[in-house]
C-alpha cells in the first residue's frame, strides 16, 4: 500500500529540519525520512564536538605559559587522554540529546520514517518495504568525509575521519593529518596539543584555503611553530611494522594512524537520483538553480550540504527554510546568500569575509593591514601573532572584504559581515564605538590605514596641480 502525503523530506540534518519547520506552517501531511543515527551532523560528528576538544586541548596547552605569569608547577600537570576523549564523547551526547529533544522525539511513527530512501522517480520513493508518494521531494541528506576506495582498501583500521575520530578512546602516539583545510587544521593542531605527534601534510600550498597570500604566510609560519606542516607535495603512503610510512617530496615520517581531511562529499549514492531524468553535475550532485534549489522542472529540491559547496550550519538552515517554502507554496521563494564568512576554530582563529583574495583589482580597490604584534589585549593575553587585511572599494570607499588570521578573530569576523552587509564604507565603520583595551582595536588601526589609502590618490592629485600651478605663481609681475 502506498503512503501519499505533500511532502517527503529525505534526511533529519540541520537542513531538513528547518524545511519541516516551514511545511508545518501549511500542512501536517508530511513525512521526514532518515536513514542512520539521528541528532545532526553539526551536534554528532561536527561543529560542536569538534570545539570542545578544541577548547579542551587549548586549556591543556596554557600550562605551557604558567611560569610565564609566576605560576609554578605547569610542568607537572598530566592529562588522562580516555578521560578527557569520554569528556568530549559526554557533551557531545547532550549536544544531540538537545536536538533530538526539539525535533524528532516529538514526532509520531506517522511523519518519523527511519530507514534509507530510494526514489522511484520524482514523486514516489521506497524506504524499505514501504512506497511512499509526494507531491514534492525534499533532499537534505548532508555529506560525508571524503576517503579514496584505495586508501580505504588498503589502510581501513587505520583510518581516522572527523566522523569517527570522537569515538575513540584512546589517541594514537602519532597521526599523519593528510589535508590541511579547515578540519585538518583545527583537528591537527587539537591532537597535537593533546599529546600527539603530528605532522600534517597537503598537496596545495595553501593552509586552510585561506586566497590572501599576506595572511597564508602568516598563518604557515605561526603553526609550522607549533607541528611539522609539509606542503606543496602530493603524499605518497604505505604500510610499514610501525603503522605507516607517509613520504611527501624529500619527507618522510613513520605514523601510527592517517587522519584523512580531504573535504566533504554530498550522500545520494543510495537515491537512485539518475531516475529523476535531469542532467547531473560533480559528484553525482543533480542540475538544480542555485536560488530556488529546485531540481529542473521536478517538484525535487536540494538543500544543505547535499546540495554540494562548503559545509555550513547557517547555509544549511537557510535553504532548507527556503526548500520547505517552495516545496508548499505555489510562488517560489529565492534564496540570498549573506555575505560570506568563513571561520576556522584554531588558535589563533582564521577567518575570510566578504569578498576573496582571487577577485581584487588593485586598480579599483586598496587593502590595509595590521599586525597583532602592537595590539594591547592580544599582548596582555599572550596571543599577539598575526595579521589582518581589510579590502575596501577605491571609488566609494565601501568596506568589501577581509582575511586574518590571529586572537579573537572569529569576532572581528562577525563585525566585519555585519559591516558588509549594511555595505558601509570605512568612514562609517570607524564612526562606531571602539573600546580600550579589546582585540577590536586592530580592526580599528586597520581602518584608520584604509582610511589612509583611500584619501592617497587625491594627495597625489592636489600634489600635481601645486607642481603644475608653482611656476605661474612664481612668475614676474607683468608677465
Request: net charge neutral.
Amino acid at each position: 500500500m502506498t503512503k501519499r502525503v505533500d511532502v517527503a523530506v529525505i534526511g533529519a540534518g540541520h537542513a531538513g529540519l528547518n524545511a519541516i519547520k516551514e511545511i508545518r506552517k501549511v500542512t501536517e501531511d508530511w513525512v521526514l525520512i532518515n536513514g542512520g543515527p539521528l541528532g545532526t551532523t553539526c551536534a554528532r560528528v561536527g561543529c560542536m564536538p569538534s570545539k570542545v576538544a578544541i577548547h579542551l586541548a587549548d586549556t591543556y596547552k596554557m600550562r605551557d605559559n604558567l611560569a610565564r605569569y609566576g605560576v609554578s608547577g605547569g610542568e607537572g600537570l598530566a592529562l588522562d587522554r580516555p578521560a578527557a576523549l569520554e569528556h568530549v564523547r559526554d557533551l557531545r551526547d547532550t549536544f544531540v540529546d538537545l536536538v533530538l529533544a526539539n525535533t524528532t522525539d516529538e514526532m509520531d511513527d506517522a511523519h518519523l520514517i527511519e530507514g534509507y530512501a530510494q526514489l522511484l522517480d520524482a514523486h514516489r520513493l521506497r524506504v524499505g518495504e514501504q512506497e511512499i508518494a509526494a507531491d514534492a521531494v525534499i533532499i537534505a541528506t548532508g555529506a560525508r568525509s571524503v576517503v579514496p576506495p584505495a586508501w580505504a582498501a588498503d589502510f581501513g583500521d587505520g583510518i581516522l575521519t572527523v566522523d569517527n575520530v570522537f569515538e575513540q578512546t584512546e589517541l594514537p602516539a602519532s597521526v599523519a593529518v593528510i589535508g590541511l583545510g579547515p578540519i585538518g587544521l583545527e583537528i591537527g593542531q587539537a591532537l597535537h596539543r593533546l599529546g600527539v605527534a603530528v605532522t600534517g601534510v597537503d598537496h596545495g600550498e595553501r593552509l586552510s584555503r585561506i586566497q590572501d597570500p599576506a595572511v597564508n604566510r602568516a598563518a604557515i609560519d605561526i603553526f609550522r611553530r607549533e607541528f611539522p606542516l609539509w606542503l606543496g607535495d602530493e603524499p605518497d603512503i604505505s604500510r610499514c611494522d610501525a603503522g605507516f610510512r607517509v613520504r611527501a617530496g624529500e619527507r618522510e615520517v613513520v605514523v601510527e594512524k592517517l587522519f584523512l581531511a580531504l573535504g566533504r562529499r554530498p550522500s545520494l549514492e543510495r537515491l537512485r537520483l539518475d531516475r529523476l531524468g535531469v542532467s547531473m553535475g560533480a559528484h553525482g550532485v543533480p542540475k538544480y538553480d542555485p536560488q530556488t534549489l529546485r531540481v529542473g522542472r521536478t517538484g525535487v529540491y536540494l538543500a544543505g550540504d547535499a546540495a554540494g559547496g562548503i559545509a555550513n550550519l547557517q547555509r544549511a538552515a537557510a535553504q532548507g527554510r527556503i526548500a520547505g517554502w517552495n516545496a508548499v507554496h505555489r510562488r517560489q521563494r529565492r534564496w540570498r546568500p549573506h555575505t560570506p564568512m568563513a571561520i576556522v576554530f584554531s588558535e589563533p582563529n582564521i577567518a575570510c569575509v566578504g569578498m576573496e583574495w582571487q577577485d581584487f583589482d588593485a586598480k579599483r580597490m586598496v587593502v590595509a593591514e595590521q599586525r597583532f604584534g602592537p595590539v594591547g589585549r592580544a599582548l596582555i593575553m599572550g596571543q599577539n601573532r598575526g595579521l589582518l587585511r581589510v579590502y575596501a572599494e577605491r571609488r566609494s570607499g565601501r568596506l568589501l572584504g577581509a582575511a586574518m588570521v590571529g586572537p579573537r578573530c572569529e569576532h572581528l569576523a562577525h563585525l566585519l559581515a555585519w559591516a558588509l552587509e549594511q555595505r558601509l564604507t570605512v568612514t562609517q565603520a570607524l564612526a562606531m564605538p571602539f573600546y580600550h583595551p579589546v582585540i577590536e582595536e586592530a580592526l580599528q588601526d586597520a581602518l584608520l590605514e584604509l582610511r589612509a589609502e583611500l584619501v592617497k590618490p587625491r594627495r597625489r592629485h592636489l600634489l600635481a596641480w601645486a607642481r603644475a600651478s608653482w611656476p605661474v605663481a612664481r612668475a614676474p609681475l607683468g608677465t
